[in-house]
């Protein structure tokens, strides 16, 4: 069965032609492409105009579907949600993007209309079809609990650290002019008129790499709550994100980027050029990748 999802901030649909893991999307294109209604006007499907350099064994995983059709001669790919004929059509306002696999298959597609067509308003029908972006990334967020606590469990050994200093103090109290000494800051500093404690620091930390392959989640993860969008679908981050985390002794600037990656539309062009412009000014690059990879 086909899936969808739509991203109300985009104003975009994107058809699943297969299910679509971290890192799995190797390749983009484009193509024109129209919507298929019904006689009220709800999206029942989709017509891609696809070019000749596009063959059967590309589109071998959409054709899996039993409503997926491919006409050869006029080289226009058909995904339907229900077995019936469109009693309308809406011209995509937009190029649809193509996303492909290591093997060059379709794995899905993401199109626009015009805004004035409201396309968040047409889902009625196709509601059965529409996947929950927020139960998708509470799986991608399940599968980080472990990182978390992680993250966690090194919080816990500074608290440890900490107590014990306090612990060496009460039974030795030589040991607390080792302990301050330890944490004093340049000769003169008064932790009282600073604003910052000794050893503070800041900086920024870009979160880069190929597209989907979890530089969201990691972000999410760090911060210990939801700042960026995650999904199963590639490119959902389209601009810089920065998430602030707070610690006693820094605080750091996350900055979550698009997926670098060899550009074929405009909107591809302005999101690689989006992370490229976050790495001069970061302290710190970040660079994720898909280990399985």
Not at 69 to 77: G, I, N, P
Not at 264 to 293: F, H, K, W
Request: net charge negative.
């Amino acid at each position: 069965m086909i899936h969808i999802s739509y991203d109300p901030a985009a104003k975009s649909l994107y058809w699943y032609a297969t299910e679509i893991d971290a890192g799995s999307t190797d390749a983009e294109g484009e193509c024109d492409g129209t919507l298929l209604l019904d006689s009220e006007g709800e999206i029942i499907g989709l017509e891609l105009e696809l070019d000749e350099s596009i063959t059967r064994k590309d589109l071998a995983l959409a054709l899996k579907h039993p409503l997926v059709h491919y006409d050869a001669t006029s080289c226009v790919l058909t995904l339907k949600l229900f077995d019936e004929e469109p009693a309308n059509l809406q011209p995509l306002h937009d190029a649809a993007i193509l996303d492909f696999d290591g093997k060059g298959r379709l794995q899905g597609c993401e199109v626009i209309a015009a805004e004035s067509f409201g396309i968040g308003s047409r889902l009625g029908r196709a509601t059965p079809f529409v996947l929950d972006l927020e139960e998708a990334e509470e799986a991608e967020e399940a599968d980080k609990l472990d990182e978390l606590d992680e993250l966690n469990e090194l919080d816990e050994l500074e608290d440890v650290a900490d107590l014990a200093d306090a612990e060496a103090v009460d039974q030795d109290p030589s040991v607390a002019n080792a302990t301050d000494s330890r944490r004093a800051g340049p000769s003169g500093y008064d932790p009282v008129v600073a604003d910052t404690p000794p050893g503070f620091r800041s900086g920024f930390v870009a979160l880069v790499g190929p597209p989907n392959v979890g530089k969201s989640t990691l972000l999410n993860a760090l911060l210990g709550q939801k700042v960026a969008i995650v999904s199963p679908r590639p490119q959902t981050t389209r601009t810089a994100i920065r998430g602030i985390l707070n610690r006693p002794d820094a605080q750091v600037i996350f900055v979550d980027t698009p997926g670098i990656h060899q550009p074929r539309t405009r909107l591809g062009n302005y999101m690689v050029e989006q992370a490229r412009r976050a790495i001069p000014d970061s302290d710190v690059v970040c660079m994720v990748v898909d280990i399985t990879r």
